[in-house]
């Protein structure tokens, strides 16, 4: 994230602090693709992850709204860290033990950030299919941990804010979770 994108998320959240209604639409304009994102990758159904990035903005604004924002660090690790316990939540009420699947045809999911060369998004999507398949193998830890780094694009710093770890042990989750994705797609060397 650049500097600016920090100042700018940094005054929205104050605005968003003093119960700003537009400033709360601005970050829900900005952030409701990445929630989506990430809660579909949890859950593999198009309209639960829909139903579930709903409540996640609704109970956001709920903290706004009772001025419980104060631990919160940045907008962005609000978001995802209400996400994350969300889809905690929907798996508790719905425990029917069913495999996740990422090949649901439905929903297109861009990984690519628009900052990718033409090239490398050739690249991306054709082993997009390949990662997805093998991202279901992993454990949930190693795949949260992929999928917020290198799908979102969130920070160790943010990552580590979410998850409610230390940034080391993030970062040794992250490395443990590319050498075992590796391993699976055999590019183990």
């Known amino acids: 994230m650049k500097l600016t994108d920090k100042i700018k998320e940094r005054r929205l959240f104050r605005q968003i602090k003093e119960s700003d209604k537009e400033a709360f639409i601005t970050a829900y304009d900005n952030y409701a693709d990445q929630i989506f994102r990430f809660i579909y990758f949890k859950v593999n159904n198009q309209e639960e992850a829909q139903d579930i990035a709903s409540a996640v903005f609704l109970k956001a604004w709920n903290h706004v709204q009772n001025n ?5 660090k940045t907008l962005r690790a609000l978001f995802y860290k209400i ?3 969300s889809v905690i939540d929907y ?3 719905n425990s029917r033990g069913s495999a996740i699947s990422l090949n649901d045809s439905e929903v297109e999911i861009d990984p690519a950030d628009g900052s990718q060369d033409a090239l490398s998004e050739i690249e991306i999507s054709s082993d997009m299919e390949k990662v ?3 991202l279901l193998e992993l454990k949930d830890e190693y795949r949260e941990a992929i999928v917020l780094k290198f799908i979102n694009g969130l920070s160790t710093g943010e990552i580590a804010e979410i998850t409610s770890k230390s940034q080391g042990n993030v970062r040794i989750t992250l490395h443990r979770a590319l050498k075992a994705l590796r391993e699976l797609m055999g590019e183990e060397k």
């Not at 419980?68 to 919160?72: D, G, N, R």
């Open 68 to 72: 419980s924002l104060t631990e919160a």
């Open 83 to 85: 996400a994350r316990t």
């Open 91 to 93: 798996y508790r009420k």
């Open 132 to 134: 997805q398949e093998k």
